[in-house]
């Protein structure tokens, strides 16, 4: 099943704050809500447990990254959801040195690639993505 931004025009948006940490993510989401002409209302928390229970609890909705690594939410009360609007997609873009040595960087890169389905190329170092981000968990 897929949610339209309209169909959940009437619930409230919840952020994870502060929001100069996460502005990007900000930006589309209210940039998304502006094109489809609706003024959400939104209420933040600087605590991430307290999402899942604001969710669960029908306090509104949190819209995520969804990629192959996100399960199906278990917790009772909360569904992942995809929206179905054309533009709810975001760039992502990853670059390392091409000589990079450290493991730390290289299990991230990993990772990231992993997450973002990003294929890695020996001939370059800098990768770009559109990926699916913005989910509605109602």
Known sequence: KRLSLKELAEKTVILLGPPRKLQTIYDKI???Y?????????I???D???VDNLVASGKGIFFIFLNPLIQAHNKSGIAVVPLSD?????????????D?????VLRFVNFACKAFGLRKRKEAHRKEAQRSIVRAAI
């Open 100 to 104: 990079e040595t450290s493991g730390e």
């Open 30 to 32: 209210l940039a998304l």
């Open 48 to 50: 991430e447990y307290d």
């Open 44 to 46: 933040t928390t600087s």
């Open 86 to 98: 054309a533009e709810a997609t975001m760039d992502v873009q990853l670059a390392w040195r091409r």
């Open 34 to 42: 502006a094109s489809a002409g609706i003024a959400p209302n939104i």
